[in-house]
């Protein structure tokens, strides 16, 4: 299934992910977090730069525009403990990057697709996460409720790639856009419901495969 080239960048990309776990959970290494998070996005940007040359112009324009954003928004998390000003910023950061990847999503859309029964479902999990949510919000209410709608609305458009693309794109992309939400709701709940064991791990693997996962993906619609 991956191409040699694929199976190179992989186990590079999965060594810094690794890497990026340990410094992140081993307090004598922190310093080396600074540098191990935000080298998961370099490495995906310098391999798309590298494998998208098959892709329509604007459509590599706007993934790449997802994946800076997205790098921007691993920046700012990681000072937030400076001043919760980050948070803000990088949730800002985050919600452009899904942006990018709806407007991605919708060039290859399928219009014969159902998006009903995939967005009752989705909203049906948003409203648990709310409900779970809602006494830790505070301020915060407005703007999660905003972000959630756009990451439901990327994982939609991800949906309704089906039968436009190649079987294979289609599932790694789609596949991803499930764990962008999965990770996303993993930092929710550790942030307004109550601090949840490993979730420095769960949030960053899960965030870090569905980066993969789409890219990857996206690349593999020749």
């Not at 290494?29 to 798309?48: C, D, E, M, Q, R």
């Not at 790449?64 to 949730?91: I, P, Q, R, T």
């Not at 830790?136 to 990327?154: E, N, Q, R, S």
């Amino acid at each position: 299934m991956l191409t040699k080239k694929e199976q190179g960048f992989s186990i590079l990309f999965f060594i810094i992910v690794i890497a990026e776990l340990i410094c992140s959970s081993v307090e004598s290494l922190n310093g080396l977090h600074y540098v191990t998070k935000p080298a998961i996005l370099v490495s995906l940007i310098a391999y798309f730069l590298t494998s998208s040359n098959h892709l329509n112009k604007t459509l590599k324009l706007l993934t790449l525009f997802a994946l800076l954003f997205s790098l921007l928004g691993d920046v700012l998390l990681m000072f937030v403990h400076k001043s919760e000003g980050y948070f803000m910023f990088g949730l800002i950061a985050f919600l452009l990057a899904h942006i990018m990847y709806i407007i991605v999503f919708l060039k290859h859309k399928n219009p014969n697709k159902n998006p009903y029964v995939f967005t009752l479902i989705a909203l049906l999990y948003a409203a648990m996460l709310f409900y779970i949510m809602f006494d830790g919000l505070g301020d915060m209410l407005y703007p999660v409720t905003v972000y959630m709608l756009v990451i439901l609305t990327m994982a939609a458009t991800a949906f309704l790639r089906q039968g436009k693309v190649l079987p294979l794109s289609y599932t790694l992309v789609f596949l991803g856009a499930l764990l962008f939400m999965l990770s996303d709701s993993i930092l929710a709940l550790n942030k307004f419901y109550k601090p949840l064991p490993l979730s420095n791990i769960s949030i960053m693997l899960t965030y870090a495969l569905a980066q993969y996962f789409i890219v990857l993906g996206l690349l593999k619609n020749k």
